[in-house]
């Protein structure tokens, strides 16, 4: 199984004015690797997936697989498998010539297809199914869903690319179902690229996943590293829910930091651990952004050490947790502010006021054009 | 390092798939060859008088001019436009209340109301014609009996002959358009519409005015230019009725027929063109501004007016309109049964019409057969193919193919056998007379309905399929073959078979290219018309029926809804 380099790829649809889908995409794709493109619509990742196919040429940039340079091939010498949003299964043919499709195009011999659809059917978990080897239009989404991998997979492809599998299943099917994806593809050890607008099925899935944004690969890394460490704004706030407070930097002492908040000129310390080439962002009298996860944001119902007022508006309870969306009480303007929480806090009820402050070690500072 | 980048190009070059390239170039040839050029020629030979060549120096509007100074011309085109308007209006009149009723109304028999409602298209619009000679002739048992009636207010009937004539039956023929178009509309119309109207207090008067209407109005305004078009175009009704009426069809006939002045008849034919394009454009404006999409993608059945009142008018008022539309061919096959028809009843039983058509007209028959079906298989081909080609490749120049493919369907067939005439009796490709230039003629003129049908097919067909057998490792040929042609296969057989069923009544364009050797049974029932032998253009004309009527028969039973919609648009 190879692995995939994209060096500078760029891609500009032309019609009546000129659309640059991708801006200069480089990053690799290791090999085995389930790999996601995670982005809002329209940040170029379907096309990077289509590229990826050989269904769309690109303007420049080159693509490999491995060594070999598979820019200008065409997509029917390429050795890949592909799943279809819509799954693509033929409605003219049963479930078995569905599966034996690419196994024809090669011209195997029949005891081979034979054998290879029986064997790929049992590992996508529907070995009963060719008995009664109907139309797969008679079948569940889920059940497409695994002759469509079975299809793609079936002729040993060399590369697997998902389009959105799951877009159209159900809520509850697609948590079995992005599992089971994950085990046909560790089962199979293929590099795979899967391209989905869901992140938390990103998070979920993938090995490591890529956040695109505007045409831009904006950052590359695990679930976890970049939930953690999001490199700006846009990535904080797609990977989860990011709150976001305006303020400025008053004093920098080693990893200490001495914040002067935009609002209401109150002062926070906090004790964050920054790269070297993070803090030289980061100096005295310079305008940042403070970022914090819902999650570890502190509030309270009285205001001794809360830093910022604002209403309760909604108490949504989630089961594992309680979540507060706030209406802030010093800009009027502000998004509303989400935190959750563990249990209930006691004696508050929508409407109230609370306090907010921040936790000292979790969080993220941002300078203003969203970088940290 | 040079001869190393050509390697590489060459190597590239190789590696793709050039049998699309080969295969899609044909049809775009055929096309320059046996439209484009034609046209291109006979519009240049519009300002030529006959018999000089073709140059500068020979320009001249004088085949324009008799639209100003000859009495005939202005009234051909007069009585053309009269035509043309009436049947629209008349046909609108009584074809949307019809619609209507049959979406709307409870009533029994819908279903065979709808498919013998499509029975005036599959006839021969020139049976039509005779047929009503006969019920409404000056000796006519129909004006007999009208007359008689009409007598008592000291009215009469005229007999059929002239504009008259030519309207009444003109509005029976494209009548199953309006019907089955609005009959469409108002079914697909979204019921939630009107009834969220209902719940906020609406009459349903109002709700049928405001609402109702303003949905359906497109396909009225799809089905009025469609009228139009053919009222325009029509040749055998205005041959057969229109005694000194002359309209630019058969102004067009008679310029070629009398003079072979292809010349002036290429001017006449651009002067209806035009109408032609003045129309559709003011149609265009009207309707695409009233043009809506649908919003909410619910829907629900429509509820059925129950009411007695409203239920007898419908079934009264449908029978009435059937009959009258089955009029014609109940009356040629009684016909086909009698020496002949004059005053009340049929004289003569005799089977002898049918007896003698072994003998008097075997060869037109094998040459419709054979001309019908060698054309439809080319233009299943043909059709297929551009509608590929504009659908999935979308070439650069691929709004003029679209356009070039469908320019046939609204110019009058008369106008295309002309363009054929002006380019191919002479010169390089000298086909007139023969075979292949009614195929040819027949070709470009059904392209339109196996490219709509085919191109339908494909739309809604996803385009991830194609893409899914790609990316598994088929080439172009490989997918077309085992996904893409099995998958549109329905569309085409469609297509397909309302060619067929069309070009076997063919008549418009084969009026001025048959030759003693290809002649056609149209052109046999014709010339028996004109004759005034009934007997025998009946007994013709109900074998044409019939295998037009079998062939539609086992395509409904095979293709099911697909097939009978493909009539609406045909």
Known sequence: MPNIIYKDVIKKFEGKEIVTALKGVSFEIKQGELFCLLGPSGCGKTTLLRISAGLETLTSGKIFYGEKDITSIPPFRRNIGMVFQSFALYPHMNVFENVAYGLRVRKKPENIIKKKVTEIMELVGLPDVLRRNPSPTALSGGQQQRIAIARALVYDPEILLLDEPLASLDAKLRRYMRSEIRRIQKATNITTIYVTHDQEEAMAIGDRLAVMNVGLAEQIGSSDQIYQNPINMFVANFIGKMNFFSGAIKEVKGDNYNIQLGYNQKVLDLSIKLSPDKKKYISKGKNIILGSRPEKLIISSNQEGGLLPGRIQIIQHLGKVVRYEIRPQWDSVSKLIEVDRDEKLPEAKEGDMVYINFDKTDTLLFSEKGKV | ?570
């Open chain 2, 1 to 570: 390092m040079i001869i190393n980048t050509i390697k590489e190009f060459i190597l590239r070059e190789l590696k793709k798939d050039y049998t699309p390239y080969l295969i899609l170039s044909l049809p775009m040839l055929f096309l320059i060859i046996f439209l484009v050029w034609p046209l291109g020629s006979s519009i240049g030979k519009a300002f030529i008088l006959r018999g000089q060549e073709l140059s500068f120096d020979n320009i001249s509007f004088a085949n324009f001019q008799r639209f100003f100074t000859s009495s005939m011309y202005q009234r051909s085109l007069r009585n053309s436009f009269l035509i043309s308007f009436s049947v629209v209006f008349f046909t609108l009149i009584i074809g949307v209340p019809m619609g209507y009723f049959v979406a709307r109304v409870e009533m029994p028999f819908k279903k065979l109301i709808l498919s013998l409602g499509i029975l005036p298209i599959i006839t021969p619009a020139f049976v039509g014609a005779f047929s009503w000679v006969i019920l409404l002739g000056k000796q006519g048992i129909v004006r007999h009996l009208i007359n008689v009636v009409l007598g008592l207010v000291g009215l009469s009937l005229p007999p059929i002959y002239g504009l008259f004539g030519i309207i009444f039956t003109m509005t029976l023929t494209y009548l199953p358009f309006v019907f089955l178009l609005s009959h469409g509309a108002f079914q697909s119309a979204n019921p939630l519409l009107e009834e969220s109207a209902m719940i906020m207090g609406a009459s349903q008067n109002r709700i049928l005015r405001t609402i109702t209407m303003p949905l359906v109005l497109p396909s009225l305004g799809a089905a009025s230019i469609l009228v139009f078009i053919r009222a325009m175009g029509n040749f055998g009704i205005p041959a057969i009725l229109g005694g000194n009426q002359y309209v630019l069809p058969t102004l067009i006939y008679f310029r070629v027929n009398g003079f072979w002045d292809l010349n002036g008849a290429a001017a006449i034919s651009i002067i209806s063109v035009i109408i032609v394009i003045i129309a559709i454009t003011i149609q265009k404006k009207v309707i695409s501004a009233r043009e809506y999409e649908t919003i909410s993608t619910a829907s629900s059945e429509h509820k059925l007016n129950k009411s007695p009142l409203v239920k007898t008018i419908a079934i009264v008022y449908c029978s009435l309109i059937l009959l009258v539309s089955l009029a014609p061919q109940i009356t040629i096959i009684v016909m086909s049964f009698f020496k002949q028809w004059i005053g009340f009843l049929p004289e003569g039983f005799t089977l002898e019409n049918y007896q003698i058509i072994p003998q008097i007209a075997s060869k037109a028959i094998r040459n419709s057969l054979f001309l019908a079906i060698t054309a439809s298989l080319l233009t299943a081909l043909f059709g297929t193919l551009v509608a590929y080609i504009t659908e999935r490749r979308r070439p650069k120049g691929g709004i003029f193919i679209d356009f070039a493919v469908m320019t046939p369907f609204v110019l009058p067939g008369i106008v295309v056998s002309v363009a054929l005439l002006t380019t191919f009796s002479s010169g390089a490709i000298a086909i007139s007379g023969t075979f292949l230039i009614l195929m040819i003629s027949f070709v470009i003129r059904r392209t339109p309905y196996v490219f709509r049908s085919v191109a339908a097919s494909l739309t809604q067909l996803d385009v991830a399929l194609e893409e899914s057998s790609t990316i598994t490792g088929a080439n172009w040929y490989y997918t077309f073959r085992k996904v893409t042609f099995p998958l549109i296969l329905p569309g085409i057989i469609a297509g397909t078979i309302l060619t067929f069923s069309t070009l076997l009544q063919e008549l418009s364009t084969t009026i001025l290219l048959y030759s003693a050797r290809t002649k056609t049974m149209p052109i046999q029932i014709y010339n028996a018309v004109a004759d005034g032998n009934f007997g025998i253009a009946s007994s013709l004309s109900v074998l044409l029926l019939v295998t037009v009527f079998i062939v539609v028969y086992l395509m409904n039973l095979f293709l099911g809804e697909t097939a009978s919609s493909s009539f609406k648009l045909g």
